[in-house]
């Protein structure tokens, strides 16, 4: 049995003798084959193999098993950005016509992907408190249901969703739980593990690590029964005629059919493909993330009881600080800690925050997280800007929210920066 230190190193990809070290980089856009009905058996599913880049790529492939296995899941995929993969995940089961139950506290990205642009592809979105009451989580749901979504550690409220209930929620109406698990990576927290069917990921943030290139991930845990659901999700469980009637949940079983599917359709006509030069550098961060993910989580909790201690901030939010509202859930679910985003006001509000950004040495404005480098940024006039003030409440993102990403830089050094940056508030 692999410990997931050694599957960040060595996961995914495994050499015969005298192959590459390193997962090679199959810079190439098409494969060759010796004769046309070859080729013929690929574009029907029935056989496995690579015949164009925007469909599958051996480097792409040897990452998203990398992943898989961090997940403890049966299949995955990546995809260009992480905005793909949240909006493959849930236009795989999702389309005109039906419903989705969605936490109110995910990234900024994703609600507007949601709430406005899969709304307007026919797609309705109820967005529920992750704090509700169990009687508002089952009135959400509507015979059109096809999917619960929410994120592990919302991007940037901190919030930790309760796993475990939403998956029972979801499975009791008969749809799997979609999970965002880009702020956890599967080093903090596996949400399969506690019910979740689908886990997606921005690999643009912890999993590369260091800013250096744009991803995203759909793993699937192979456990839900699309069968057993068979009215709900045609498109897994009745004949696909752009493949010669393909059943995908007959023909690729529970295990393979989600992530078939989304490749075989999904990135087929969208195309939102990782490069293999991409894939690259994001298996060179995840050879890593172990060790740095521990890190980050010490960097950060010693700067949010700092900032706790300081009487220029208003108030702290990092689910590993005792009395944290979300301190018993990351107990639970965070374990071995909650990330490097701390968030927190300054006291006086919008104005203070700006100032103190501005003075700020060794964190970089930035529209960006989960980065070596420590950065910060306010949510309220980037990220969140379209949204209203009852939006930004609803999300909880304040006006005075900062979500600083704490990096893996000396913690004293860091310390001092944020010091020098309150005395000029
Ligand atoms: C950044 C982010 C996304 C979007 O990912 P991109 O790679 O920027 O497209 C989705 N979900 C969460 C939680 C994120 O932090």
């Given at each position: 049995?692999?410990?997931?230190?050694?599957?960040?190193?060595?996961?995914?990809?495994?050499?015969?003798?005298?192959?590459?070290?390193?997962?090679?980089?199959?810079?190439?856009?098409?494969?060759?084959?010796?004769?046309?009905?070859?080729?013929?058996?690929?574009?029907?599913?029935?056989?496995?193999?690579?015949?164009?880049?925007?469909?599958?790529?051996?480097?792409?492939?040897?990452?998203?098993?990398?992943?898989a296995q961090l997940e403890g899941a049966a299949a995955a995929m990546l995809t260009s950005s992480g905005q793909a993969a949240n909006f493959y995940a849930v236009f795989n089961i999702a389309s005109c016509g039906d419903h989705v139950v969605a936490s109110s506290s995910i990234y900024g990205?994703?609600?507007?992907?949601?709430?406005?642009?899969?709304?307007?592809?026919?797609?309705?979105?109820?967005?529920?408190?992750?704090?509700?009451?169990?009687?508002?989580?089952?009135?959400?749901?509507?015979?059109?249901?096809?999917?619960?979504?929410?994120?592990?550690?919302?991007?940037?409220?901190?919030?930790?969703?309760?796993?475990?209930?939403?998956?029972?929620?979801?499975?009791?109406?008969?749809?799997?739980?979609?999970?965002?698990?880009?702020?956890?990576?599967?080093?903090?927290?596996?949400?399969?593990?506690?019910?979740?069917?689908?886990?997606?990921?921005?690999?643009?943030?912890?999993?590369?690590?260091?800013?250096?290139?744009?991803?995203?991930?759909?793993?699937?845990?192979?456990?839900?029964?699309?069968?057993?659901?068979?009215?709900?999700?045609?498109?897994?469980?009745?004949?696909?005629?752009?493949?010669?009637?393909?059943?995908?949940?007959q023909r690729f079983g529970k295990e393979g059919a989600f992530i078939t599917k989304a490749t075989a359709q999904l990135m087929r006509d969208f195309g939102s493909m990782m490069s293999p030069q991409s894939a690259f550098i994001l298996n060179l961060g995840l050879e890593s993330l172990h060790?740095?993910?521990?890190?980050?989580?010490?960097?950060?909790?010693?700067v949010a009881q700092y900032l706790q201690s300081h009487d220029k901030i208003a108030w702290v939010r990092y689910s590993g600080l005792p009395g944290d509202a979300y301190y018993a859930a990351a107990q639970k679910y965070l374990p071995q800690g909650s990330c490097g985003v701390v968030s927190?006001?300054?006291?006086?509000?919008?104005?203070?925050?700006?100032?103190?950004?501005?003075?700020?040495?060794?964190?970089?404005?930035?529209?960006?997280?989960?980065?070596?480098?420590?950065?910060?940024?306010?949510?309220?006039?980037?990220?969140?800007?379209?949204?209203?003030?009852?939006?930004?409440?609803?999300?909880?993102?304040?006006?005075?929210?900062?979500?600083?990403?704490?990096?893996?830089?000396?913690?004293?050094?860091?310390?001092?920066?944020?010091?020098?940056?309150?005395?000029?508030?």
């Amino acid at each position: 049995m692999e410990r997931i230190e050694t599957l960040c190193v060595q996961g995914g990809y495994c050499p015969g003798s005298g192959e590459p070290r390193q997962v090679p980089i199959v810079q190439s856009t098409t494969f060759k084959y010796d004769t046309s009905e070859d080729m013929g058996k690929l574009f029907d599913l029935e056989a496995e193999g690579y015949f164009y880049s925007r469909l599958q790529n051996p480097t792409c492939d040897h990452v998203a098993k990398k992943i898989a296995q961090l997940e403890g899941a049966a299949a995955a995929m990546l995809t260009s950005s992480g905005q793909a993969a949240n909006f493959y995940a849930v236009f795989n089961i999702a389309s005109c016509g039906d419903h989705v139950v969605a936490s109110s506290s995910i990234y900024g990205g994703t609600y507007n992907l949601f709430a406005v642009t899969m709304k307007k592809m026919g797609v309705e979105f109820t967005f529920v408190s992750p704090d509700c009451s169990q009687e508002e989580l089952d009135a959400a749901f509507r015979p059109n249901t096809k999917a619960v979504f929410g994120e592990t550690i919302a991007n940037p409220a901190l919030t930790v969703l309760d796993i475990e209930r939403f998956a029972a929620a979801a499975h009791s109406h008969g749809v799997p739980l979609i999970v965002d698990n880009t702020f956890a990576t599967p080093i903090l927290c596996r949400p399969i593990q506690w019910g979740a069917d689908i886990v997606t990921h921005s690999t643009t943030k912890y999993m590369d690590g260091h800013a250096a290139a744009l991803g995203g991930c759909i793993v699937d845990a192979g456990n839900f029964d699309w069968m057993a659901h068979a009215d709900k999700f045609p498109g897994l469980t009745t004949p696909d005629e752009s493949y010669h009637g393909v059943t995908y949940a007959q023909r690729f079983g529970k295990e393979g059919a989600f992530i078939t599917k989304a490749t075989a359709q999904l990135m087929r006509d969208f195309g939102s493909m990782m490069s293999p030069q991409s894939a690259f550098i994001l298996n060179l961060g995840l050879e890593s993330l172990h060790v740095r993910m521990e890190r980050h989580c010490a960097n950060a909790l010693a700067v949010a009881q700092y900032l706790q201690s300081h009487d220029k901030i208003a108030w702290v939010r990092y689910s590993g600080l005792p009395g944290d509202a979300y301190y018993a859930a990351a107990q639970k679910y965070l374990p071995q800690g909650s990330c490097g985003v701390v968030s927190f006001g300054v006291k006086g509000g919008r104005q203070a925050a700006e100032t103190f950004m501005k003075h700020l040495k060794l964190g970089t404005i930035a529209t960006h997280v989960a980065d070596a480098r420590t950065c910060c940024l306010h949510p309220a006039s980037s990220t969140h800007r379209q949204m209203n003030d009852a939006e930004l409440a609803a999300a909880g993102v304040g006006a005075d929210l900062v979500r600083l990403s704490v990096g893996l830089e000396s913690r004293e050094d860091l310390i001092e920066d944020l010091e020098q940056a309150l005395r000029t508030v």
